[in-house]
């Protein structure tokens, strides 16, 4: 998997103007549908589809979840979040990770069905109990 390296900065660093406003404005659309990875405040390692970055700098987040980290285990934890907001002044890192929405739709997709799977499955073995 290639992945992208994003420094974060803050906007308000700068002095704003049409030409600048309108670069930063394509460097952020190109990334829009991709993976991303933000790491917060907190140790929170925060993964999802990147869906939009509004004027206060805030971070939208689709298809989102959590991978929390426990100081006992080597492994990580998944925690499913849904649609994230992450205020700027959280976030410490983001990485831009080069998948598509595509393959993760279909990742989600399967997710579901495994899901709907396992609720037909409880159902019948209801319906047997009773």
């Not at 999802?48 to 989102?64: P, R, S, T």
């Not at 080069?98 to 997709?109: A, D, G, M, N």
Request: net charge negative.
């Amino acid at each position: 998997m290639d992945e992208v390296v994003v420094q974060v900065t803050n906007i308000e660093d700068h002095e704003p103007n049409e030409s600048n406003t309108s670069e930063a404005i394509k460097k952020v659309q190109q990334w829009m549908d991709h993976e991303v990875q933000i790491i917060a405040t907190g140790n929170r390692v925060i993964k999802g589809v990147f869906a939009c970055f509004d004027k206060q700098q805030n971070i939208l987040l689709n298809y989102a979840h959590e991978e929390v980290m426990s100081p006992d285990e080597p492994t990580s934890l998944r925690k499913e979040l849904g649609v994230v907001f992450v205020p700027m002044k959280h976030v410490i890192s983001c990485l831009i990770l080069e998948k598509k929405v595509k393959k993760h739709q279909q990742q989600q997709q399967q997710q579901q069905q495994q899901q709907q799977q396992q609720q037909q499955q409880q159902q019948e073995d209801q319906k047997q109990q009773d």
